[in-house]
Nanobody, 112 residues
Framework: VQLQASGGGLVQPGGSLRLSCVAS????????MDWYRQAPGKQRERVAT???????SYADSVKGRFTISRDNAKNTVHLQMNSLKPEDTAVYSC???????WGQGTQVTVSS
């Protein structure tokens, strides 16, 4: 299994970005999927999770601003990030719980 993340970049505070992660293989639809992030000098933290059936959960720091979703037909998980803040700056990685697979990460920088 390979996970390919994309969609990161530089955005001003208050802006939006949409991250995508495409998985190879045939186990995507049966796995819980997460997005994690790691800022410089900080521990990696879980940002959002989507279960097989679409139920979601979020870190308190992003609740109401970020939305995770999945498209099982396309083996893709998305993270819509709105109202971005400088403290959201980090490398964001997708994670497949079944098999514990990680994507390569995509940089998100929120700065004016």
């Amino acid at each position: 299994v390979q996970l390919q993340a994309s969609g990161g970049g530089l955005v001003q505070p208050g802006g939006s970005l949409r991250l995508s992660c495409v998985a190879s293989g045939s186990i995507f639809s049966i796995s819980i999927m997460d997005w994690y992030r790691q800022a410089p000098g900080k521990q990696r933290e879980r940002v959002a999770t989507v279960l097989r059936g679409g139920s979601t959960s979020y870190a308190d720091s992003v609740k109401g601003r970020f939305t995770i979703s999945r498209d099982n037909a396309k083996n893709t998980v998305h993270l819509q990030m709105n109202s971005l803040k400088p403290e959201d700056t980090a490398v964001y990685s997708c994670h497949m719980v079944v098999g514990n697979y990680w994507g390569q990460g995509t940089q998100v920088t929120v700065s004016s």
